[in-house]
């Protein structure tokens, strides 16, 4: 098993957009690639995992249950789910089948494949796990549901559960560069989970709004250029509305008010630089948007409830 741990280092031309911020700031730990081939009756019990756990239903179908679920999820050929950690969760073939724990179906197993179950209808789940840095992953994870189903089209399905094979080989019989193959192919497949999710409208809060023509350019821009100094005016004329519209649309569409959604992302990017730089906290406070250290301070000790050179002697 390999487990390399890397920061997400990813360029899409020269503009920098919000998911790719995020994932620059993210570091992930990879492990446990799998591909399960399970035979009816089938079960398995993913409980008590730190890590978040995903798959692709390459063929055949099974249920998902648990992770906060009302009834159980049927997964068919082609699905993708995400299963925030700690979650507890099961798969199986059908209800009121036995789902004995992981640690016991993959016991002993080297090889990248695990087979279990019966002798019934074949289905095969490519299967992997990943840990999000809690800090630099905040603004993302509080937003995702326990559990992210997303119905791929033929040909998207086809292409990650390629890339969730080929990292599934590397970890099975790592070579040179395996780490970082495994690392990009990581990028790829959470990226594309996320756009689609973004782009379907279905997402919460600012995830969500990404979809909203309206809002999207605006919290694009002001991702780009945190230090500018933007009030209620100049967001809502870069949104195309009037500042009463425009606060209300935003509140309901992000589910907070424009400065306080704001205030947060200069937080978050003032926590990474505290964290990863050697800025003075002067430099920082400029860096996110503040002209005085003693507003930054304030703003800093009300979100993370600590001043920023604590915190920074604290994270680093």
């Known amino acids: 098993m390999i487990e390399p741990t890397h920061s997400f280092t990813i360029r899409i031309g020269l503009r920098m957009d919000l998911l790719e911020d995020i994932f620059t700031a993210m570091r992930v730990e990879s492990a446990l690639y799998a591909r399960l081939e399970a035979r009816a009756p089938w079960g398995i019990d993913f409980a008590h995992q730190a890590s978040a756990r995903f798959g692709i239903v390459a063929h055949g179908g099974c249920l998902l249950a648990g992770a906060g679920l009302e009834r159980p999820l049927p997964l068919t050929a082609g699905d993708l789910f995400i299963v925030s950690g700690g979650q507890r969760f099961c798969l199986m073939d059908a209800p009121g089948t036995e789902t004995p724990p992981c640690e016991t179906v993959f016991a002993g197993r080297r090889d990248g494949v695990i087979r279990f179950g019966g002798d ?65 192919l990581v990028d790829v497949l959470l990226i594309e989970a996320l756009r689609i999710h973004c782009l379907s409208g279905r997402g919460d809060g600012w995830l969500g709004a990404l979809a909203d023509r309206r809002l999207a350019p605006l919290l694009h821009a002001i991702h780009a250029d945190l230090a500018a100094p933007w009030t209620l005016e100049t967001m809502a004329a870069r949104a195309g509305m009037s500042r009463s519209a425009f606060a209300r649309h935003f509140r309901a569409r992000v589910g907070d008010t424009p400065l306080n959604h ?55």
């Open 120 to 184: 019934g209808a074949e289905t095969g789940i490519v299967s992997g796990r990943f840990v999000f840095d809690a800090a630099a992953g905040a603004p993302l994870t509080a937003l995702l549901p326990p559990v992210l189903h997303l119905r791929l089209d033929a040909e998207r399905a086809r292409l990650l559960q390629a890339a969730l094979e080929m990292i599934a080989r590397e970890n099975a019989a790592p070579t040179l560069g395996s780490p970082l193959v495994v690392q990009k």
């Open 262 to 316: 704001l205030t947060g992302w200069r937080i978050h990017r003032a926590q990474g630089l505290l964290r990863h730089s050697r800025l003075t906290l002067g430099e920082v406070a400029a860096r996110v948007g503040y002209d005085s250290d003693a507003a930054f301070q304030r703003a800093f000790k009300r979100l993370c409830g600590m001043p920023p050179g604590e915190y920074r002697r604290l994270k680093t």
